[in-house]
């Protein structure tokens, strides 16, 4: 089975701001989520844990783990480049029009809608033999979370796959 978390909150996530590849670090409330989190998912034996490098999902599987499971890192489950948009609130540019598989609008820095699917596609394929048989966790981000969405479920009808929209700490199995 895989279990999907997202990262505990931010600052960045109360203020509304595209955090990206910015290392923001969890704040108090993050923590609490992660500690609520770690009691809930506490009675399954993970075969591994694998999180983002950025120290927002590390510090989540870090707690979730507790030392009990090891944690490798991934690059590919790295939240999504969002470029120029970086550090901006939601709804300073079309927030919308970012996350539409059809459009694959191509930035000036940011990563594209299918480059972001094709690495997180390549990650999941790599570790299905493992999945398959043994418990997982990934610790990841709210950009990266509908990509694998998308691989299990398809893409949404309305080519938004931010459709597929989780909470903070918020389990997702597959």
């Not at 998912?41 to 590390?58: C, E, M, V």
């Not at 939240?79 to 459009?103: C, P, Q």
């Not at 191509?106 to 999941?124: G, P």
Request: proline share 4%; net charge positive.
């Amino acid at each position: 089975m895989l279990y999907v978390i997202r990262h505990g909150k931010t600052d960045w996530n109360l203020q509304n701001k595209i955090q990206g590849r910015a290392d923001i670090p969890l704040n108090y409330v993050g923590i609490q989520e992660a500690e609520i989190t770690k009691k809930i998912l506490d009675t399954i034996p993970f075969y591994k844990i694998i999180s983002s490098p950025l120290s927002r999902a590390k510090k989540t599987a870090e707690i979730i783990s507790n030392c009990q499971t090891p944690i490798v890192t991934d690059v590919r489950i790295i939240e999504r480049d969002f470029g120029e948009f970086e550090g901006l609130r939601k709804e300073s540019f079309d927030y919308t029009a970012f996350w539409n598989y059809s459009l694959n609008n191509q930035y000036v820095k940011a990563e594209s809608i299918q480059e972001l699917l094709k690495r997180v596609y390549n990650f999941l394929d790599e570790y299905k033999p493992i999945y398959e048989t043994n418990n997982i966790l990934v610790v990841t981000h709210s950009g990266v979370i509908p990509a694998i969405c998308c691989y299990f479920k398809g893409i949404p009808k309305n080519n938004n796959i931010f459709t597929y929209h989780f909470k903070t700490c918020e389990i997702i199995k597959f």
